[in-house]
């Protein structure tokens, strides 16, 4: 039998393969090509428009400029950390975020109009704490009532037992290294410790000025880089715990301090995030935010306590009262994730920028000083890591907030949990830097005014 008979012949005809439009390139460009979360030609675009105000002499500091030389320069910078192979997963975005601004504006390679504006903004709005308090009340408002509360009862144990033993540890190595103790533990390990700049090192040096009978700026240019040098510690090392979280996944809650089986529990009442917050909602979650903060600011006038403190404590209040709707619980989801994603590198790059002095962070780059430094913080934050297993708390979540006890404030808190991918855990991080700090500072400087000199 033939098989070549007509009835039996197919016709096959070229199969036609429909290339994109140029419009449909455009969007593909526009969609997929991006520099952190700005699409590549926009990116270009705001460079090109930045230049062009630089090259004329003039930067304007109003937050619509603001917003777009922030923007391409924070993920610039942010980009480049992340694409930097093996320290890339390690925390770079975020050093790179701060610190590279901060030797660009000292070398002088960063345009004078830049600086001048940039610091002008981030002085003169106070950006940071609308940061800190959208970023803290979001991640209150996302945690269920069990968690919170086992949380804020147990993180102090491992937080107490990491500075002490982080305090003995940096203190062993200083006398080691031919130190001498007064100098190890004021000056160098107290610092790490103290919660920050302004609530810190500050505070620090206008005792010591004051004690001591010496020059407040001496004081400061002494305490400052040893302050921004465990900060820098800890991010690093918040970067690796990241890094042994997503190789050992039972040893982290992935933002969460507390075993699953409590989130069992509560999620059982907890209502789900739909993801689908409508925009009024999401602006009463913004607002919730700003409240509680200027409700802080008021504790601060009253009592003393720092307006981020206060503000985290109401939170926690409206949180366990059951003061905010499901709907506004979700708004400030939505808030909370907005400027997790589309502010944190536009902040650390005006920080490196306006307050973070490069020539400071390199004069105390000594063997010595950065011996007792990492052995401090690395002391500390394994203890925090070990104690938080052994009562029952994720490790390295535990031990991530541990790196916030020698972070730089609320600034040092943003870079280390950026670095360790734990935002969420900025009400914890919050305490540990200011109500531990404010403890750390007020003990010392009553026991060196009492008892040392």
Not at 14 to 21: D, F, G, H, M, Y
Not at 114 to 132: D, G, M, Q, R
Not at 142 to 154: A, D, E, P
Not at 309 to 326: D, I, Q
Request: net charge neutral.
């Amino acid at each position: 039998m033939s098989t070549t008979d007509d009835s039996f012949s197919v016709t096959h005809d070229p199969i036609e393969i429909q290339r994109p439009s140029l419009k449909e390139r455009w969007w593909h460009i526009m969609d997929t090509w991006k520099i952190g979360i700005i699409p590549l030609p926009l990116f270009v675009l705001a460079g090109a428009l930045i230049a062009i105000d630089c090259l004329g002499g003039k930067l304007p500091s109003d937050i619509v400029v603001m917003v777009a030389t922030l923007a391409f320069f924070g993920f610039a910078c942010g980009e480049f950390g992340k694409r930097l192979p093996i320290v890339g997963k390690l925390g770079a975005a975020a050093i790179c975020a701060t610190f590279i601004p901060s030797a660009l504006v000292y070398y002088g390679l960063l345009p004078d109009v830049v600086v001048e504006s940039t610091t002008k903004f981030y002085k003169s709005t106070n950006i940071l704490y609308l940061y800190i308090c959208c970023i803290i009340v979001g991640s209150i408002m996302s945690m269920n009532r069990t968690v919170l509360i086992q949380g804020f009862l147990r993180i102090f144990f491992p937080m107490l037992c990491g500075e002490i033993v982080g305090m003995l540890v940096g203190m062993g190595v200083g006398l080691a290294l031919g130190l001498e103790p007064f100098q190890i533990f004021f000056f160098i390990i107290l610092p790490i410790m103290a919660g920050g700049v302004g609530e810190g090192a500050i505070p620090l040096s206008i005792g010591y000025a004051t004690l001591l009978h010496m020059d407040q700026g001496v004081a400061l240019g002494r305490v400052l880089p040893m302050v921004m040098l465990g900060g820098l510690t800890a991010i690093i090392i918040s970067g690796c715990l990241n890094q042994l979280g997503k190789r050992y996944p039972h040893l982290t809650g992935e933002g969460q301090l507390m075993p699953n089986r409590a989130n069992a529990d509560a999620t059982v009442s907890q209502p789900a995030f739909s993801g689908k917050a409508d925009v009024t909602t999401i602006a009463s979650g913004a607002l919730l935010a700003v409240l509680l903060y200027m409700l802080g600011m008021l504790g601060h006038k009253l009592i003393g306590l720092p307006a981020p403190v206060g503000m985290l404590f109401m939170a926690v209040l409206v949180k366990l009262c059951n003061g905010a709707s499901p709907r506004l619980l979700e708004g400030s989801q939505v808030v909370y994730k907005f400027f997790q994603t589309s502010v944190t590198y536009p902040i650390l790059f005006a920080v490196g920028v306006a307050i973070t002095p490069w020539h400071e962070l390199v004069a105390a780059f000594t063997v010595s000083n950065l011996l007792v430094i990492v052995s401090t913080v690395s002391a500390l934050v394994a203890t925090g890591f070990f104690v938080g297993k052994k009562i029952g708390m994720h490790p390295i979540d535990v031990a991530i907030v541990s790196c916030c006890q020698s972070g730089q404030g609320g600034t040092g808190d943003v870079a280390i949990l950026t670095a360790g991918n734990r935002m969420s855990l900025m009400p914890f991080a919050q305490i540990a830097t200011r109500i531990g700090g404010a403890i750390n500072v007020s003990i010392s400087l009553l026991i060196l005014g009492n008892f040392l000199v």
